[in-house]
């Protein structure tokens, strides 16, 4: 089940799409090669927060592809309707990488084992057997988010400046009536999935205490410098 429709944001400000527009897009379809975004070959869906503020929480639907063995990179959209608005990137590395990064990076990074062990990380529209072979190896990887676009807040447009993005990491950190309306619309258990998953091995190493902000907040400022010619 790829999830009920729901209610969307505020309207994007500007002209519907003119036919001259889609029949430019059909031509160029038809004779381009896409091969960046022919690479993506799984929807993960999962919940990000603010790194400065938690109470602040959004649905992330994942579009993900391997660069290799050891990373992905996704296209974060706010659904997985044909017209969701893509409101981020994610990187995903695994232990193994992110064990070379330079201390000061390692705080922007945040853990995966337990949005996946609780359940709230899943695959919509594919048997749990088949994407727990998957999400066994997501289990033990960290990701860099940004957000571009603060849909929370009811922009119509990607406004303000980028929004480094951490995922859950304990009980009682989910925003219950979030977590209830993307089980409703997705019909999937967190719970049940949570004891299906309880054999799952977070990183080998242990979450490294200063990945997941260093369990402080994180929060994206500008600021101005003189630009040299």
């Given at each position: 089940m790829e999830g009920e429709k729901r209610s969307r944001g505020p309207e994007i400000p500007g002209e519907p799409t003119q036919i001259g527009t889609s029949l430019v897009e059909k031509a160029t379809a038809a004779i381009q090669a896409f091969g960046p975004v022919n690479k993506i070959h799984q929807h993960l869906c999962a919940f990000h927060f603010y790194a400065h503020d938690m109470t602040r929480q959004v649905e992330a639907h994942h579009y993900c592809g391997h660069l290799n063995e050891d990373m992905r990179q996704c296209l974060i959209y706010d659904s997985p309707e044909?017209?969701?608005?893509?409101?981020?990137?994610?990187?995903?590395?695994?232990?193994?990488l992110f064990l070379t990064l330079p201390d000061a990076e390692k705080p922007l990074w945040h853990s995966h084992e337990y949005e996946v062990k609780s359940g709230v990380l899943f695959m919509p529209?594919?048997?749990?057997?088949?994407?727990?072979?998957?999400?066994?190896?997501?289990?033990?990887?960290?990701?860099?988010?940004?957000?571009?676009?603060?849909?929370?807040?009811?922009?119509?447009?990607?406004?303000g400046l980028p929004q480094v993005m951490m995922a859950l990491t304990r009980d009682g950190q989910v925003d219950d009536n979030l977590a209830r309306d993307v089980e409703k619309r997705f019909g999937v258990c967190f719970a049940e999935e949570r004891e299906k998953r309880a054999y799952m091995k977070g990183p080998v190493h242990g979450i490294h205490p200063l990945a997941n902000a260093a369990g402080k907040g994180l929060k994206t400022v500008l600021r101005e410098i003189d630009l040299k010619p």
């Open positions: 044909a017209d969701a608005r893509l409101i981020g990137i994610e990187y995903v590395i695994s232990e193994e529209g594919v048997p749990g057997p088949v994407q727990r072979i998957d999400l066994e190896k997501i289990c033990q990887t960290y990701g860099k988010a940004v957000h571009f676009w603060q849909m929370d807040k009811g922009d119509s447009l990607p406004l």
